[in-house]
């Protein structure tokens, strides 16, 4: 049994190389005439298979209608993604998403809710649901295989669609937003297991969020967006070894650097948000917040 | 946790008092119920037995209707020992059986497929609504002239109004799925029909029975009417004849009647959906 995990978990990391994807050119917007708004302009970057890339912007720039156009939900105004060489054209089970709200089946016990992408493509065998056996206890809801998803708290919902997300091993596992609304204590928990989950498949991922310390916790490359309409204003990389954990982070030289770095690119962009005498306000406030920083 | 739980002495005393707790509810419930009952006979007796008013004067008291519908002997020919009592509610609940049966076939892959298509909805649903709010006592002559016999047309009458409320109940519950379970689903690589048949129909399912429910009610209604209209057996032919005949007694025991064998077959309903829908039921707090 254990052994049996061990390979598994062997091949998912051969599988690292998988995942490659450019965003070229990309534009996209809503509305039409009067209406209309761009949210997406010329936007373009890459995700290194194997990596960790947490997307980071203020809220409401477009960071989920990107999501959506990389899952396939939406279609591109312009520009081109690729996966692996390949353009996406709709959904498919090459990218799995998780999103903020819970999306599982209620009417389905979690074991099912699990398995649910393999069932759909008839994939399902003895070792596929080992594999969601094992992978259940491994997050903590061995317990709960037979119970259904109300039964479960929130973050235990939002562990038990990550484990459906990875037994149908994605080349690209797309995160939005998966952890607000959780609890601190949750969430840190939450940030944690998932960092550990990333280790052991290291699938690409894309993981977008709002929190500043999520993304230095988590992230191999960070990619900072500015304000909408939407394109990458910086890419650092976090070349420090994982497990990281907060108190580790204050201590850290090179992790101070790097908060320092994007705490100034997203505030260049959230500033944009202010205007007049409120902006200078607003200015104050962050030079005292980057002394706490220093 | 939960085994540590189980074998302490305060977890044991907590659970005792607990089930003791829900013993003591549900006997209040009982005696709220019968309560409620003795309130609405002695109201009865009271008008029509002791107070005589005039209104009521034409009414039997309900010890007239209780002594005659125990009676082995009955004055005016029914009682709980005249098989003719049961050949009526017998054919009644054949005719109502036969009707949402037929209504539940044909309404609820009507309605999911009106809820799930909108190709589908704009072609049905404009002339859908526009057949719905005819009462079904207005299609009487159309049964009659359609159908032949006694049997059909009664059954036609039922079904109608059955089958438009299971309909639009069952579509409403297609509709109100949350469109994020869609697209994950679809994400994962459901199909078309998987999308329909484990996500869809499961999820419309507490709509569709809160449908049944309304449409058991109409086929009831639309039942006796139908019965009260044509028929030879049945409890609307009873009550109806109960009243042309001027045998009072047992209009009572036909409504009486009618009441409690409604009910019973609610409670069937309820408890298939119970069966069926499990996880709504031991769901706690449900999804935020
Ligand atoms: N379907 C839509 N129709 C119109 N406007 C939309 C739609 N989806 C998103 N928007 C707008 O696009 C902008 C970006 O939204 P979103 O991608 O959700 O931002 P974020 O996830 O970064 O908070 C917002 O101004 C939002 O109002
Ligand atoms: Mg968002």
């Not at chain 2, 010890?63 to 519908?69: A, G």
């Not at chain 2, 994400?187 to 048949?197: D, I, K, P, Q, Y």
């Given at each position: 049994m254990t052994n049996h995990v061990e390979t598994q978990d062997a091949s998912v990391a051969g599988e690292a190389t998988r995942g490659f994807t450019e965003i070229l050119a990309l534009y996209h917007g809503f509305g039409r005439g009067a209406q209309r708004i761009e949210v997406i302009e010329n936007c373009e970057f890459k995700l290194k298979p194997g990596k960790l890339t947490v997307m980071i912007g203020p809220s409401g720039c477009g960071k989920s209608t990107l999501a959506k156009l990389l899952a396939g939900y939406l279609h591109p105004d312009e520009g081109s993604l690729l996966i692996d060489g390949r353009h996406i054209a709709g959904p498919g089970k090459d990218r799995l998403m998780v999103f903020q709200e819970s999306a599982l089946f209620p009417w389905m016990v979690n074991e099912e809710n699990a398995l649910y992408g393999l069932l759909a493509s008839g994939q399902v065998g003895a070792g596929a649901r080992q594999r969601v056996t094992a992978l259940m206890d491994r997050v903590g809801l061995g317990r709960f295989r037979h119970k259904y998803p109300g039964a479960l708290s929130g973050g235990m919902q939002r562990r038990l669609e990550m484990v459906r997300a990875l037994v149908n091993e994605p080349a690209l596992f797309i995160l939005d937003e998966p952890f607000r609304g959780l609890d601190a204590m949750t969430r840190t928990l939450m940030q944690e297991h998932f960092a550990q989950m990333f280790e052991e498949g290291r699938r690409t991922a894309l993981f977008i969020t709002t929190d500043i310390d999520e993304a230095l916790l988590l992230a191999d490359e960070i990619l900072v967006m500015s304000s909408r309409p939407m394109k990458v204003t910086r890419r650092i990389t976090v070349d420090v070894p994982r497990p990281r954990t907060v108190?580790?982070?204050?201590?850290?030289?090179r992790m101070k650097h790097i908060k320092v770095a994007v705490t100034k690119a997203l505030y260049s962009e959230a500033i944009k948000a202010f205007d007049g005498s409120s902006r200078a306000v607003a200015a104050a406030g962050f030079e005292k917040f980057l002394d706490t920083t220093q | 946790m939960g085994d540590v739980m189980q074998n302490h002495p305060a977890?044991?005393?907590?659970?005792?008092?607990?089930?003791?707790?829900?013993?003591?509810?549900?006997?209040?419930?009982?005696?709220?119920?019968?309560?409620?009952?003795?309130?609405?006979?002695?109201?009865?007796?009271?008008?029509?037995?002791?107070?005589?008013?005039?209104?009521?004067?034409?009414?039997?008291?309900?010890?007239?209707?209780?002594?005659?519908?125990?009676?082995?002997?009955?004055?005016?020919?029914?009682?709980?020992?005249?098989?003719?009592?049961?050949?009526?509610?017998?054919?009644?609940?054949?005719?109502?059986?036969?009707?949402?049966?037929?209504?539940?076939?044909?309404?609820?892959?009507?309605?999911?497929?009106?809820?799930?298509?909108?190709r589908v909805r704009e072609y049905v649903f404009p002339l859908f609504e526009l057949l719905r709010p005819i009462p079904p006592l207005a299609w009487v002559p159309l049964a009659i002239l359609m159908f032949h016999g006694t049997e059909t047309?009664?059954?036609?009458?039922?079904?109608?109004?059955?089958?438009?409320?299971?309909?639009?109940?069952?579509?409403?519950?297609?509709?109100?799925?949350?469109?994020?379970?869609?697209?994950?689903?679809?994400?994962?690589?459901?199909?078309?029909?998987?999308?329909?048949?484990?996500?869809?129909?499961?999820?419309?399912?507490?709509?569709?029975?809160?449908?049944?429910?309304?449409?058991l009610g109409v086929a009831w209604f639309s039942l006796v009417a139908a019965e009260m209209v044509s028929g030879e057996y049945g409890l609307g032919y009873l009550i109806n004849t109960g009243y042309s005949m001027a045998t009072y007694p047992t209009i009572f025991i036909g409504m009486i009647t009618l009441g409690v064998v409604g009910y019973l077959t609610s409670v069937v309903i309820r408890l298939i959906e119970h069966a069926l829908l499990r996880w709504g039921n031991d769901e706690q707090g449900g999804r935020s």
């Open positions: 108190a580790g982070m204050i201590k850290d030289e | 977890a044991t005393a907590a659970r005792k008092s607990r089930t003791l707790r829900a013993q003591a509810a549900a006997g209040a419930r009982i005696a709220q119920l019968l309560l409620g009952f003795a309130c609405a006979f002695l109201f009865w007796y009271l008008t029509v037995d002791v107070w005589q008013l005039p209104r009521f004067a034409n009414l039997p008291g309900p010890s007239e209707v209780f002594s005659e519908w125990f009676s082995p002997d009955p004055i005016y020919g029914l009682s709980f020992y005249t098989p003719d009592y049961y050949w009526h509610i017998l054919h009644s609940l054949a005719r109502v059986g036969v009707a949402f049966v037929l209504a539940t076939l044909l309404g609820v892959p009507l309605g999911l497929l009106m809820g799930w298509s909108q047309p009664v059954i036609f009458l039922t079904f109608l109004a059955a089958f438009f409320a299971t309909a639009l109940n069952s579509m409403l519950g297609a509709r109100s799925i949350d469109p994020s379970l869609i697209r994950a689903a679809r994400c994962l690589g459901a199909g078309e029909w998987r999308l329909f048949s484990r996500i869809v129909v499961p999820g419309a399912l507490p709509q569709v029975f809160s449908g049944l429910q309304i449409s």
